[in-house]
């Protein structure tokens, strides 16, 4: 158990690309991070389950279901849980405003944080012009992707043994990529002028598994990461401002002891956003 003054309280906590059911999930984790962090509101920003890969085979080990269980518990607790689907469940989206358990379904939703700015908040897929106009290509790029994430479990074992944390390979590999750092580009204006058009200050997302905190043309831009490969959330403090957290689980100690680090504004740094 964790001391209470372990808990950390946020405002409203944001969470996407989960992909429970696929074995890359890194479900420990979450329900780890879960267990530390409150908020009156939690946004599921998308791609919480993976139904393109459970309909390829199935796969729902226990830590997936804790994961469920411990959403279902903080919502019984009174936490306003609002679940935007993706690409990957986008079978939700066809319960717009259904309620599960305490957890309530929406297409989108405008976010107002403390201190009054309007944020768009939507997984981001709408943008994905392969997601939307060509979707075998969208099917095969899940498949590589899936290669990728097996290569760095593969990578990230070998760490372990030698005494160090969690490091996504594949993440870091995106990043070096020339294309794919012109599509996150080409995705974060996108988001960007949608925001503005919706006459909000920001826009929330996920699906791209980049986490980021910046400035588009005016327009903050703010993406949750993922529970994947960088294991990141957004948290919206008491005053208004948000914070980037990226969650490891130390090798080197028992597992009832966690560390949790903040990143701001994209730096690659343990610091905390303004």
Request: aromatic share 10%; charged share 25%.
């Amino acid at each position: 158990m964790h001391p209470s003054d372990d808990i950390r309280q946020f405002r409203t906590l944001f969470l996407s690309d989960v992909h429970l059911g696929s074995k890359a999930a890194q479900a420990d984790l979450l329900i780890d991070f879960l267990r530390v962090h409150e908020a009156e509101t939690i946004y599921l920003v998308g791609d919480i389950f993976d139904g393109w890969r459970l309909k390829r085979s199935w796969h729902w080990p226990q830590t997936h279901n804790d994961v469920v269980q411990k959403l279902l518990r903080k919502a019984r607790k009174g936490a306003r849980i609002i679940y935007i689907p993706g690409n990957h469940d986008e079978v939700m989206r066809g319960f717009p405003g259904q309620h599960f358990g305490g957890i309530e379904v929406r297409v989108s939703d405008i976010h107002h944080t403390a201190d009054g700015r309007r944020f768009l908040v939507m997984h981001g897929d709408e943008f994905d012009v392969v997601v939307r106009n060509a979707r075998l290509i969208a099917y095969l790029g899940d498949w590589a992707y899936d290669a990728a994430i097996a290569i760095n479990s593969v990578f990230n074992r070998v760490r372990r043994a030698l005494g160090f944390p969690y490091w996504s390979f594949s993440s870091w590999a995106k990043l070096k990529v020339k294309n794919a750092v012109s599509f996150i580009g080409a995705f974060e204006t996108a988001l960007a002028e949608e925001a503005r058009r919706q006459d909000c200050d920001g826009v929330i997302c996920g699906h791209i598994h980049h986490a980021e905190i910046a400035e588009r043309a005016g327009i903050q831009y703010v993406n949750t990461g993922d529970w994947v490969e960088s294991c990141t959330a957004i948290g919206e403090r008491e005053d208004g401002s948000f914070e980037l957290i990226r969650w490891t689980r130390p090798v080197s100690v028992p597992t009832t002891r966690r560390r949790q680090g903040s990143v701001p504004l994209g730096v690659p740094a343990l610091e905390e956003a303004a």
